[in-house]
């Protein structure tokens, strides 16, 4: 009796994931859910970017800013096979934005945490992507979804510089990581102070206006 008790559980798993297997390879097979994926692969790298920030090591904060960049690519990577097969969906121009945000204010966060980056700006950072993000659910009640505009996009390429220099925060390629990075934070935050009023702008025009 004691041996099947204990084969009970391994054969559970292994039909769990084989059953998870033949589930992924389905959806990896169909082109039109490839860019969501790479958009959801962003949002679970957070927590992975989150635990490697706590070792403040210069091979591992160098192996997190590469995971950051990755995820940059994937950012436009999903857009490019949204666009080029027709994939387009609402799902994904509500996601897109979401995860950038997950990833970004994760990192910048944590940073603050280890006093790479200025607590203030940081602050104002989330409070005006929160804001965006309610201004986007609230166009959505409405039947409207309110896409990123080129403005933004230059934003987050911005704070993806500003945060992969501050993670990798030592001298890299003979320059000072920790210098660009504050350099391009200011850079940043200027774009995301600037987008963050047009948003409000144009999104209470466009309610205000039905």
Known sequence: MAPNSNRSP?????????????????????????????????????????????FDNRWINILTALLVVMAAITDGLDGYLARKYGHESTLGKLLDPLADKLLLLSALVMLVYLQRAPAW??????????????????????????????????KTTFQIVAVVCLIIHYPFLWADAHAVGLFFLWVAFIYTMWTGYTYFRETFTLLLHE
């Open 10 to 54: 391994i054969i559970s798993l292994t039909a769990f994931f084989s059953s998870l297997f033949i589930r992924l390879k389905a959806v990896l097979a169909e082109p039109s859910n490839l860019p969501n994926l790479l958009t959801l692969s962003r949002i679970l790298a957070v927590p992975l970017v989150i635990v490697l920030l706590y």
């Open 121 to 154: 700006i940081v602050c104002l950072i989330v409070c005006r992507e929160t804001a965006v993000t309610g201004l986007r659910a609230m166009a959505v009640e409405k039947g409207k979804v309110i896409g990123a505009s080129s403005m933004a996009k230059y």
